[in-house]
């Protein structure tokens, strides 16, 4: 074929391709997703906040033995009230009184011996003044003698030691109290030191709640007071003691105990409540549902509706308080219109079709 064909055949070809690509249909835009929306309106970021927590004491002890061996007897169940100086449990003693009474012997044998120390030294004294001896060889009777009386004052050390480590063998309370946990049971092996039980000290007592990471600093500057389901509407002053350091490693969340400031013989350890928090107010904010925040790296954030191109956007929010079921955040105009649910599928710049408009805000 001749050169010219070829060149006729492909521009062909190459027109065909072009009208083809042409013709070709343009991407089409992204469908708008449905976005249920409501309105913010502005509201006092004055407000309340509650916690279920649990009364307990404000000293709690957790004895252990203070010599290792297997528990023989156990005296006392959860629930149960103890006495200072009431035996809890004890150790099996077989051991430690053969201790004992190779340490009695050891004593002996070192009182013995020094007894005829003392009698070697005081028969090298009457043959010294009568220079029957060299002052060296009444030197070396005079250690003898001093050894021999050390060797006693070790052996009676050793035998206190065995005594005290019989008598550990019994673990007495420390204080008046309420058992609450024990560890051990009979025929448990047990170290040294090692906690068996948890007794709740009598004395002052403590509110208990857990308080999430977003919180912590409300617990600290807010007025607290405490009301027990077991006495009805009586509430109770409270004051935050004491604030966790460090998170819960499963609920993430900070133990706080509050002192209950009264002395009141009707609150019992183990009683339950709710412990409500007065948030101070700073100034006015929007009240939104808990659903409608989504995380942002520096905090919180929502979705906001931009009318005029009718997509979304992400705002960063502050939460400031909460207020019945709603969170109080600042960073929302009035009027804006924000998303209220299925916030987790929603992309930025995604275009919207807006659900419905209600309002939120007291």
Request: glycine share 8%; proline share 5%; aromatic share 6%.
């Amino acid at each position: 074929m001749k050169q010219g064909g070829w060149i006729r055949r492909y521009g062909c070809l190459s027109a065909v391709l072009v009208v083809l690509v042409g013709c070709s249909p343009e991407p089409e835009a992204p469908l708008a997703r449905p976005v249920k929306l409501a309105y913010a309106d502005l509201t006092g970021t004055a407000g309340l906040v509650q916690y279920v927590g649990t009364v307990w004491a404000k000293s709690e002890s957790t004895p252990g033995f203070r010599v290792a061996g297997k528990v023989r007897q156990r005296l006392v169940d959860p629930g149960a009230r103890v006495d200072k100086g009431q035996v809890l449990m004890r150790l099996d003693q077989a051991d430690l009184v053969l201790a004992l009474n190779s340490a009695r012997a050891n004593r002996d044998r070192a009182e013995a011996e020094w007894r005829l120390a003392e009698v070697e030294l005081e028969r090298f004294r009457d043959l010294r003044d009568k220079r029957f001896v060299s002052e060296t060889e009444f030197d070396r009777a005079l250690l003898a003698e001093r050894r021999a009386h050390a060797l006693i004052e070790q052996a009676d050390s050793e035998l206190s030691l065995a005594r005290n480590r019989l008598a550990y063998t019994e673990l007495v309370a420390t204080g008046d109290g309420t058992v609450t946990e024990v560890f051990v049971d009979v025929g448990d092996v047990v170290e040294a030191g090692a906690p068996v039980a948890r007794i709740a000290l009598d004395g002052a007592r403590d509110f208990v709640v857990d308080v999430p990471e977003s919180q912590r600093n409300w617990v600290s500057a807010s007025p607290a007071s405490i009301t027990l389901w077991a006495l009805g509407e009586r509430r109770f002053n409270a004051s935050l003691r004491e604030l966790g350091a460090a998170a819960d490693p499963v609920t993430r969340t900070y133990r706080a105990r509050f002192s209950i400031e009264a002395d009141d013989a009707d609150i019992e350890i183990g009683q339950t409540g709710v412990l409500r928090l007065t948030l101070p107010e700073r100034g006015m904010a929007v009240a939104v549902p808990s659903a409608a925040l989504i995380p942002r790296d520096e905090g919180h954030g929502v979705w906001v509706y931009d009318p005029e191109e009718g997509v979304m956007r992400s705002r960063g929010v502050e939460i400031v308080g909460v207020l019945n079921n709603d969170v109080l955040v600042t960073g929302l105009a009035p009027g804006e219109q924000y998303a209220v649910a299925g916030v987790h599928v929603i992309s930025e710049g995604q275009p919207a079709r807006p659900m419905a408009l209600t309002s939120t805000g007291q």
